[in-house]
């Protein structure tokens, strides 16, 4: 395995979500679930667009502590999330401190994980969660990103502030 990456993963790539696939498949390279855990400051975790996409918006101190899932991963498996997240055109991989050890707080990892810089003001309105599932009725159903379509960027400009 080449160089190992920690990734904390808080919406559709977490295990029983849609993109999950991304993590489990040998050809992306290699993924190892190594704990639950969450966000040590509070970030604004909110579905928008159409698509019902979970963002996590680049407002530290705003919202609630996150939680989702840290993974080791390969170089490979980074640049296949990389190509999924669209880093850093969309969202942007940033480290943060990551608290893995439960209340009250434990061990903390720096992570790799990718948030939304330049995002619509107007998202801060939005209800916020602190543990994605697509499954919910409160996020309405994720759209795949094959299942989208991208001749359109309204759904883009109702969230991304250029």
């Known amino acids: 395995m080449s160089k190992l990456h920690r990734v904390f993963v808080y919406g559709t ?3 029983g979500q849609p993109n999950h696939y991304l993590v ?7 993924a190892e679930f190594q704990s639950e855990g969450s966000t040590v400051d509070a970030y604004p975790l909110v579905v928008a667009s159409r698509y019902n996409v979970p963002y996590l918006l680049d407002a530290k101190g ?3 502590r996150i939680y989702g899932e840290v993974y080791s991963l390969d170089d490979k498996m980074l640049n296949a999330m990389d190509v999924l997240e669209k880093h850093p ?3 942007t991989r940033l480290e943060i401190p990551i608290d893995i050890g439960g209340q009250p ?3 903390q990892l ?8 330049n995002y619509k003001q107007a998202l801060l309105k939005s209800p916020m969660i602190d543990n994605y599932d697509s499954k919910s009725s409160m996020t309405g159903a ?8 991208e001749t359109s960027q309204e759904w ?3 969230v991304k502030d250029k």
């Not at 498949?25 to 290699?30: A, K, L, Q, V």
């Not at 720096?110 to 810089?117: E, Q």
């Not at 759209?143 to 379509?149: A, D, F, I, N, Q």
């Open 13 to 15: 790539l977490k295990r």
């Open 24 to 30: 489990t498949d040998r050809n992306n390279g290699e």
């Open 62 to 64: 705003t919202g609630k």
């Open 89 to 91: 055109d969309w969202y």
């Open 105 to 107: 707080r434990g061990q």
């Open 110 to 117: 720096d992570c790799w994980t990718y948030i939304m810089l």
């Open 142 to 149: 994720y759209v795949l990103p094959g299942e989208r379509s």
């Open 156 to 158: 883009r400009e109702a």
